[in-house]
């Protein structure tokens, strides 16, 4: 038997709550690994609460990101005792995830825990933090430097945002905190941020074109945000686009883009493929400093994950949440 968190669907409703559950009931897979952290996500947050359409079948273990030890292994890269990570693949979203003290997987989705991180801060990174590292790699390779101009952060207290203004930062540029919460503002200028701007100044409809501002951007909000962000990109700047917090639309024209030669570059932090993976988390720990990773960092146990959750989608939770699979 095992702890997990188990999210169920009947006749009785929507539930999730903190349950045991034989290892019998596991699902297919050729690794077994005990796990020592998982985190708590936006999308692990619309899992939990049932407000968003995340889970696709019941019952689910949530829990988009895992670091443990393997226990048993089928699998020619992985043998008993590698320490590994996963983000992504529909885990916690189709297949049973990481906010369980045992997980059983896909070898093909795992990532060898590189030796310079304890499992609890690959999850102090976790999904946001290596979303964030896509992101920076991205606009480095549309030709984003530190000298083009400013970068703007959106959701600037969340995950992403928090990490992405601490890697950001760290390599040089100047980095522009968007957040609706003025009471992170500390918070934001420690992770490096060098101005903090009021999120209802870019959540509701602007103009096709704005004054030319910002050389890179990091988005998680999409809708008006993103729409708005990019009106106010420089000449052949840089978006990256890796989330949908205030909504999946994208009211926007296409004027930053046939008029300023604008580049939008779509982030996939589920899919992307194992080299990108490897490539992403070995930049995380060359540039992502331990302190600031610290700072980010909030720790729970899986006794305290559907409270969190709820917390987490009232926007009261900042930076990462990891959660201890043994407490």
């Known amino acids: 038997m095992f702890k997990a968190i188990l999210i169920e669907k009947d006749e009785a409703g929507y539930r999730a709550g903190l349950r045991e559950i034989d290892e019998a009931q596991l699902p297919e897979g050729d690794v077994t690994v005990d796990v020592a952290y998982s985190t708590l996500n936006y999308k692990d947050g619309l899992a939990i609460t049932g407000k968003g359409p995340v889970v696709r079948k019941f019952p689910m273990v949530p829990g988009i990101d895992i670091a443990g030890t393997v226990r048993e292994s089928r699998h020619q890269d992985y043998k008993v005792g590698d320490r590994v990570v996963l983000n992504g693949?529909?885990?916690?979203?189709?297949?049973?995830?990481?906010l369980a003290q045992v997980a059983r997987l896909k070898g093909d989705w795992l990532v060898p825990l590189p030796g310079a991180l304890t499992p609890r801060q690959a999850m102090a990174i976790g999904t946001a933090g290596y979303t964030a590292m896509l992101c920076v790699i991205a606009l480095e390779r549309h030709g984003?430097?530190?000298?083009?101009?400013?970068?703007?952060?959106?959701?600037?207290?969340g995950g992403v945002g928090s990490t992405a203004i601490a890697l950001l930062s760290r390599l040089g540029y100047t980095v522009v905190a968007v957040s609706g919460r003025?009471?992170?503002?500390?918070?934001?200028?420690?992770?490096?941020a060098a101005e903090i701007l009021d999120r209802a100044t870019f959540s509701e409809p602007g103009k096709p074109l704005?004054?030319?501002?910002?050389?890179?951007?990091?988005?998680?909000?999409?809708?008006?945000?993103l729409a708005n962000v990019c009106a106010a990109m420089k000449y052949r700047g840089v978006v990256t686009a890796c989330g949908l917090a205030q909504g999946m639309d994208l009211p926007a024209s296409v004027a930053p883009f046939i008029l300023r030669g604008v580049s939008l570059i779509g982030i996939d932090s589920v899919m992307c493929p194992r080299p990108e993976r490897i490539e992403a988390w070995n930049r995380l720990v060359r540039d992502l400093e331990p302190a600031k990773l610290d700072a980010i960092t909030d720790e729970i146990g899986l006794t305290d994950v559907v409270a969190t959750a709820e917390r987490l989608m009232a926007g009261r939770v900042r930076g990462r949440v990891v959660v201890d699979a043994n407490r």
């Open 89 to 98: 693949w529909g885990v916690g979203e189709t297949y049973w995830g990481g």
């Open 144 to 157: 984003v430097t530190p000298d083009k101009g400013e970068v703007v952060v959106t959701g600037a207290a």
């Open 182 to 192: 003025p009471e992170e503002a500390d918070y934001l200028r420690g992770l490096g």
């Open 210 to 225: 704005a004054r030319e501002r910002w050389a890179g951007a990091v988005d998680v909000a999409g809708s008006y945000t």
